[in-house]
């Protein structure tokens, strides 16, 4: 049987962080029993989708999910299990930061099923965690790790992001030394983004911080490569590493095009062909499931043109590549051509055996590669 993720977001948040767009509320906790009730008939509502696959992933994004006691996860959990085709092996992923959850609640967390620790260190530099908005100490960063250990989870995925104003390339270089050193099997190495909307979006519009230039975020993000690599990570994404077969198999089902529900305010699904979104409002979610009401914003049906250039966006991400034979199924094009023609003008393209990849060199440009090959 074909396989597919569960997405659940849990939006409530201690602060803001200055980069961040993801949908999270501040000072809400109170509301957080009630939120519980709503995405438990959220899950309830949605059990008819996506029938003829089995789930094998289950990832509690947001937000800071590790609000959520040990009870709240449980019902939620039961109400998946209840509702849907979970494998018995599902890869159950939470995301935490540092300094906000404890050992005895990690524990607890583990026992009732959750085998993949997201742990948001960000970086090991306190002045650069301070100027991020991040409330936790490069300290608290790794006695949370260290505690996730002690309470039996062994897939831990570490977040870092480089590419931050004033932040140095030896500084970087420290930063993923540091993380090495607690040997995670998974790293996931992000450059930072001026997103709209976003703190950091004003500050730089208006002049009061400047992002690194390009040079150094080029630099940072080879650096990066080359320690990691050399230390046995698999570059298997743009941004993510892991050790032999740890990948993450949630966000795989996102770059392979595969099916996967959602719920919580904003989160987005995806059945394969039709993709819908939530409205990114908590008040508009519980409002609406108190009524039984799907708190749906927005669907759309991908048109074949969509459906190509987002499997050549995603496919090219990772190092594997995208299946040809799958873009021809998508589009009446002589795809072969297509490929062919900007293969002259990229020599980093790489396509043999019905498979398009881009070689090492050619990671730089990856966002201009995928760009040219989009049908417009």
Same mark, same amino acid.
């Given at each position: 049987m074909n396989k597919a993720g569960i997405y659940l977001?849990?939006?409530f948040c201690k602060t803001k962080c200055i980069y961040c767009d993801f949908y999270s509320v501040t000072k809400k906790d109170d509301s957080i029993p009630h939120f519980i009730k709503c995405i438990i008939k959220e899950i309830e509502l949605n059990k008819n989708k996506i029938l003829d696959h089995q789930f094998d992933t289950i990832f509690f994004g947001g937000g800071t999910?590790?609000?959520?006691?040990?009870?709240?996860?449980?019902?939620i959990l039961n109400a998946l299990y209840k509702n849907y085709n979970i494998t018995k092996d599902a890869e159950i992923s939470l995301e935490c930061n540092p300094g906000e959850v404890n050992y005895e609640k990690l524990k607890?967390?583990?026992?009732?099923?959750?085998?993949?620790?997201?742990?948001?260190?960000q970086?090991?530099?306190?002045?650069?965690?301070k100027f991020l908005g991040r409330l936790h100490t490069s300290e608290q960063s790794i006695s949370t790790f260290n505690d996730a250990r002690?309470?039996?989870?062994?897939?831990?995925?570490?977040?870092?992001?480089?590419?931050?104003?004033?932040?140095?390339?030896?500084?970087?270089?420290?930063?993923?030394?540091?993380? /090495?050193?607690? $040997?995670?099997?998974?790293?996931?190495?992000?450059? #930072?983004?001026?997103?709209? +909307?976003?703190?950091?979006?004003?500050?730089?519009?208006?002049?009061?911080?400047?992002?690194?230039?390009?040079?150094?975020d080029k630099k940072m993000f080879l650096e990066t490569i080359e320690f990691l690599e050399k230390n046995n990570y698999n570059h298997y994404e743009i941004s993510n590493f892991s050790k032999k077969d740890m990948e993450c198999k949630h966000n795989l089902h996102y770059w392979r095009m595969k099916p996967y529900l959602a719920f919580g305010p904003g989160a987005h699904g995806f059945d394969g062909s039709k993709r819908w979104w939530n409205k990114r409002s908590l008040e508009h979610y519980l409002s609406s499931l108190e009524k039984d009401i799907l708190p749906i914003e927005q669907y759309e049906i991908l048109?074949?043109? /969509?459906?190509? $250039?987002?499997?050549?966006?995603?496919?090219?991400? #990772?190092?594997?590549?995208? +299946?040809?034979?799958l873009l021809k199924k998508l589009i009446d094009i002589d795809v072969n051509k297509h490929i062919k023609t900007y293969q002259k003008k990229w020599s980093y393209l790489q396509y043999k055996n019905?498979?398009?990849?881009?070689?090492?060199?050619?990671?730089?440009?990856?966002?201009?590669?995928?760009?040219?090959l989009f049908l417009i």
């Open positions: 977001h849990i939006p999910p590790s609000v959520l006691t040990p009870k709240q996860l449980e019902q607890d967390f583990h026992s009732l099923g959750l085998n993949r620790l997201s742990i948001g260190f970086s090991f530099n306190d002045k650069l965690l002690k309470a039996g989870i062994d897939n831990i995925n570490t977040d870092l992001i480089y590419d931050i104003p004033k932040q140095l390339v030896r500084e970087w270089k420290n930063d993923l030394f540091l993380v /090495n050193a607690l $040997n995670p099997e998974h790293i996931s190495a992000y450059s #930072l983004t001026v997103e709209k +909307n976003t703190v950091l979006h004003s500050m730089v519009r208006k002049k009061m911080t400047i992002m690194p230039s390009e040079k150094i048109t074949e043109k /969509n459906s190509f $250039n987002e499997l050549i966006m995603n496919g090219l991400r #990772l190092r594997e590549g995208v +299946n040809v034979n019905d498979n398009l990849s881009l070689k090492k060199e050619g990671l730089l440009f990856t966002d201009e590669i995928i760009a040219d």
